[in-house]
């Protein structure tokens, strides 16, 4: 089956950086990939979404970038902002069994 | 407002006791599902419904029941609770009729369990 690994549990940047959350995935059949946003209390909210037909896809501040060759994916947030803070994670779609499979995700924190 | 809602949303019980957590959509989705979070690991499927009437299991379904009598409710149930179970539940719906999970999921706030 799938697997979703984060390689980093926590990310400091300031307000206004640029920030990357990478997420790395086992199946190069896996085909569907999401982003979600979890804040403090909250259930995950969709960010952004990618088919692997794509390599690239924008939404408003935030860019999905797709490695099929290396199985990599990576979420860009531009001019971060503290409502960003947030837990962010992956999800790929298991080709095999047509579920969703999530990583465990990585803690953005922006500072002032 | 479109939501999921789910009841309680803090719960502290003791071993054995059988509750049930409460999840409801408005949004007329077929598809319905329970997820634990646990830390280090990612969200892990329970139990998930395609529509009324129809369940199956997740990846972690010991220990727990579910029903979808309605298509707006999709109970949690533990009969006999332990301590494995302290987690926090997230219920999650969505219109996709396949099951396949692409179409985009809206979570509820979760419901944070604790088994004495």
């Known amino acids: 089956g799938e697997s979703v690994g984060l390689h980093l549990p926590t990310l400091s940047v300031q307000e206004g950086d640029n920030s990357i959350i990478n997420c790395a995935y086992s199946n190069s059949a896996s085909d569907y990939f999401i982003w979600y946003k979890q804040e403090s209390g909250k259930g995950p909210q969709f960010i952004i979404d990618?088919?692997?037909?794509?390599d690239k896809r924008q939404g408003q501040r935030v860019t999905v970038l797709l490695n099929k060759t290396v199985k990599h994916l990576s979420l860009q947030i531009a001019a971060t902002q503290p409502g960003d803070s947030a837990v962010y994670f992956c999800a790929v779609l298991d080709p095999r069994f047509q579920k969703l499979v999530f990583g465990t995700g990585t803690r953005l924190l922006v500072s002032p | 407002e479109a939501q999921v809602t789910q009841n309680p949303r803090y719960l502290i019980t003791v071993t054995g006791k059988k509750l049930t957590v409460t999840c409801s959509q408005n949004?007329?989705?077929?598809?319905m599902s329970w997820y634990r979070q646990d830390p280090g690991l990612g969200l892990r499927q329970i139990y998930y419904s395609m529509n009324v009437e129809v369940t199956d299991k997740g990846d972690v379904p010991e220990g727990y029941k579910v029903s979808r009598k309605e298509k707006r409710n999709f109970p949690l149930i533990l009969e006999s609770p332990s301590p494995n179970q302290t987690s926090l539940y997230f219920c999650a719906s969505s219109l996709d009729r396949s099951g396949a999970g692409t179409d985009t999921q809206y979570f509820g706030p979760g419901t944070r369990l604790t088994v004495l």
């Open positions: 990618i088919r692997s037909n794509m």
């Open positions: 949004m007329n989705h077929e598809y």
